[in-house]
């Protein structure tokens, strides 16, 4: 089973930093996509930054020159560094990995679920 744990949430002052970090677990051998994505109270939960294997990457548009997402594929870890936060940004931001290959009895087994982590929250005071 493939295990997302999430880190790096807290409480920062609007113009703040913060980074966020997801680890896979679970005899990884690739993962086709992984990125965050947020849920503000009452709101439906939305994009903020996937990152492909081959290094494409796709952004929210409220969050598009201020965070950046980045993966270790050795770790099959993937990143969040957030800037210039502003209170619109508070919300629980969940790690998704989408296609993940993991090591099976001598072979390669792909699963194309999604798998979603636990949650981080980030609250941003103005």
């Known amino acids: 089973q493939v295990q997302l744990v999430e880190s790096g949430g807290g409480l920062v002052q609007s113009g703040g930093s913060l980074r966020l970090s997801c680890a896979a677990s679970?005899?990884?051998?690739?993962?086709?996509?992984m990125g965050w994505y947020r849920q503000a109270p009452g709101k439906q939960r939305e994009l903020v930054a996937v990152?492909?294997?081959?290094?494409?990457?796709n952004y929210g548009d409220s969050v598009k020159g201020r965070f950046t997402v980045s993966r270790d594929g050795a770790k099959a870890a993937v990143y969040l560094q957030m800037t210039n936060l502003k209170p619109e940004d508070t919300a629980v931001y969940y790690c998704?990995?989408?296609?993940?290959?993991?090591?099976?009895?001598?072979?390669?087994?792909?699963?194309?679920?999604?798998?979603w982590g636990q949650g981080t929250p980030v609250t941003v005071s103005s």
């Open positions: 679970g005899n990884i051998h690739s993962i086709n996509v």
């Open positions: 990152h492909t294997r081959i290094g494409t990457t």
């Open positions: 998704n990995a989408v296609g993940v290959t993991q090591y099976g009895l001598g072979t390669l087994e792909f699963n194309a679920d999604a798998f």
